[in-house]
């Protein structure tokens, strides 16, 4: 997003599969370099692989993973370039982390630890919300990277 001329979208199929199709299709039409960007989940995340798609919708909810296109075309429109397609998070960062076992077990071996990083993470994902969001209402670019 920083050359901005590379499209750049963040899908989540589990989280919304009309946004992925969406930003497929947008990054296929650019005139130009395109980067799609997926959240997939794998076997050393350490939770049930069978509801992959139901953990990448709280990846999602909790603002861990945002849903994003940045179009350069818009801003010939005079349009902020990036559209942000997550709602604010609905979940603590912390419900979604601790379904994972590869954060889980900090949690067993040290709690005080566990509960800082968790809360050091949820201050940096809303001020990332917080960004994304000011970056989706610039039509000016006054924001950069």
Known sequence: MSYK??????????A???QALKVLQEAEAHNG???IIC???CINHG??????LEHQK???DSGYWTLL???PALAAEGKAPLVLDSKAPTIPVAEYIYTENRYKQLTRNNPEVAK?????????VDARFAFYTAMSQDTEGLISL
């Open 5 to 14: 001329n590379v499209y750049v979208g963040r899908i989540a199929i589990g």
């Open 16 to 18: 919304n599969d009309a």
């Open 33 to 35: 370099p395109s980067l």
């Open 39 to 41: 959240y997939c989940p």
């Open 47 to 52: 939770f049930d692989l069978n509801s992959q």
């Open 58 to 60: 709280m990846a999602v």
């Open 69 to 71: 296109r940045y179009n």
């Open 116 to 124: 800082k990083l968790a809360d050091d993470l949820q201050k940096e």
